[in-house]
């Protein structure tokens, strides 16, 4: 006979909250915490699918990749099905093993000792436009900063050519409102983004960029073992992934430096802290909103039943902000240890580009602080709207 | 009970009660070792909690890495060496009692 000390497992409490719905966009936190509030995991009725909120779930489900598979695609969606199929992803919806080969050209290509190298380049950009801004005058500091600075540095590192830039933005919008469920926001993104996601794929091909990231990944790629077609599908993933999140992360930063005069006082005396600071923004902000999941199999989260065949989307940014997890989760400490937060992701498919987003991060708060005593906030700011993605659309400081 | 101790870059040393489950690098962090920043929280992505190993009860530590750690360890801010492993992925067990790993002096 066996004795568990566990209760028996039940069945996720129905939840009839629309995480996408307009006043969800509007105020995501408290859709997040009423979710959170109910269950680790819960069943959304509207779409058919469970959502995973507490740190303990979503954690445990993202590392679990052979029960929660990726390769049905990371949306909202089951791509297999006929009514909402469409190609995957290369890498990001695909499982070990067929996915460490492709994951194995991101960690060859954008390796952290590459990254290292870039310190001083990236450093000198940063302060180049940091030293240009204003004082003492207002100004919108997301385009002027979140926006521009990776802007200036990324783009060139990849080896995208300054024609057709424009295209980057709306590419990237559209490809992350696509793993949402089909509502208006998707219908406006595709009308912006779907010109500027076939300039990225024309862009995505082998030989359309002729030096940087892009042409190692291919040539990496190739020697790996991979198609043209792969190689081009990795390169894409670059150009659409690397943009957005970063620049959304940029942006919390500042927004909550400006917030929180004491934090900047921190960095300003020890601007080591702007990598951590750094962090604490992604972790606080968590600028992708959600994952998408298939469970292979039935499985027991924090005691409640997943069956098999099923859709679930795992909320990072209501992991991050979880108080079974975080002391005082909503306030923004420069000194938190943030090691564990699920802002990347976790697991297999945590962000391949997460060391370059955190040299950006660092490079433009320690440039901030080097140059301004303090920021202040002229209006508060407005939020884009975006199926899985949370970040700020404008934001006017000042700068002493 | 599983006892690690962690030597720091200076010599002195810590050695701590670890819990079975959980990763040498989360053990560490969790008890503040300052030099195991664990970036990605262990996914294999930053090389950030990089440690040598000096004493190892079970002789199966530097054996068993994988290869993506491998990967990892060729881009540590202290160049690896051949008892290098990124501490995320040793698994604390009651076997690695008297566990003894060096901390680099950076990581980033």
């Known amino acids: 006979m066996t004795i568990s000390n566990n209760p028996p497992a039940i069945s996720p409490p129905t939840c009839e909250l629309d995480p996408f719905s307009d006043d969800a966009m509007n105020d995501p936190l408290l859709v997040e915490s009423q979710m959170r509030d109910m269950a680790p995991v819960v069943y959304l009725s509207k779409y058919g699918c469970y959502a995973a909120t507490h740190y303990s779930s979503v954690s445990e489900i993202m590392s679990n990749w052979e029960t929660f598979s990726s390769a049905k695609g990371v949306g909202i969606y089951d791509i297999t099905a006929p009514e909402h199929q469409r190609m995957r992803a290369q890498l990001l919806e695909m499982d070990p093993p067929e996915h460490t080969t492709f994951r194995s050209v991101h960690n060859k290509v954008i390796n952290p000792k590459f990254i290292r190298e870039l310190r001083e380049r990236f450093y000198d950009a940063s302060n180049e436009l940091v030293s240009g801004l204003p004082k003492n005058k207002p100004f919108e500091a997301i385009s002027a900063v979140a926006v521009a600075y990776p802007m200036s540095v990324f783009p060139d590192l990849i080896g995208v050519a300054e024609v057709g830039r424009e295209n980057l933005l709306p590419a990237a919008a559209l490809t992350f409102n696509g793993f949402g469920p089909n509502n208006e926001i998707l219908a406006r993104s595709l009308e912006a983004g779907q010109k500027a996601q076939q300039w990225l794929i024309s862009q995505a091909q082998p030989g359309a960029i002729k030096n940087g990231l892009a042409v190692q990944t291919h040539e990496v790629g190739e020697s790996l073992g991979l198609s043209p077609f792969d190689t081009t599908a990795l390169v894409f993933g670059l150009l659409s992934a690397g943009l957005d999140t970063t620049m959304h992360g940029i942006g919390w930063a500042i927004y909550l430096l400006a917030k929180n005069p004491d934090q900047f006082k921190k960095l300003k005396e020890n601007p080591e802290l702007a990598r951590p600071a750094f962090d604490e923004a992604v972790r606080l902000g968590s600028p992708v909103k959600w994952f998408g999941r298939h469970s292979t199999s039935s499985s027991v989260i924090d005691g409640f039943t997943i069956p098999e065949d099923a859709r679930v989307l795992v909320f990072l940014g209501a992991a991050n902000r979880d108080g079974r997890r975080w002391e005082d989760p909503l306030e923004f400490n420069i000194e938190r240890q943030t090691s564990g937060h699920v802002g990347f992701g976790a697991g297999p498919h945590s962000c391949a580009g997460q060391m370059l987003a955190r040299l950006e991060g660092e490079s433009v708060l320690k440039s901030l602080a080097s140059y301004a005593d303090e920021i202040e906030i002229v209006t508060e700011p407005s939020f884009d709207i975006s199926n899985s993605l949370r970040g700020l659309h404008s934001l006017e400081i000042v700068l002493r | ?108």
Do not use: W
């Open chain 2, 1 to 108: 009970m599983t006892d690690v101790t962690f030597v720091r870059a200076d010599g002195s040393s810590t050695t701590l009660t670890a819990q079975e489950g959980l990763s040498l690098m989360q053990v560490a962090v969790q008890n503040g070792i300052p030099e195991i920043i664990a970036e990605c929280g262990g996914s294999l992505s930053c090389a950030t909690c990089h440690v040598f190993v000096e004493y190892d009860p079970t002789g199966e530590l530097v054996d068993s890495r994988g290869a993506v750690e491998n990967e990892m360890l060729e881009c540590t801010a202290v160049l690896s060496k051949e008892n290098s492993r990124l501490s995320c992925q040793i698994k604390i067990r009651t076997e690695l009692s008297g566990l003894v790993v060096q901390v680099p002096d950076a990581q980033i």
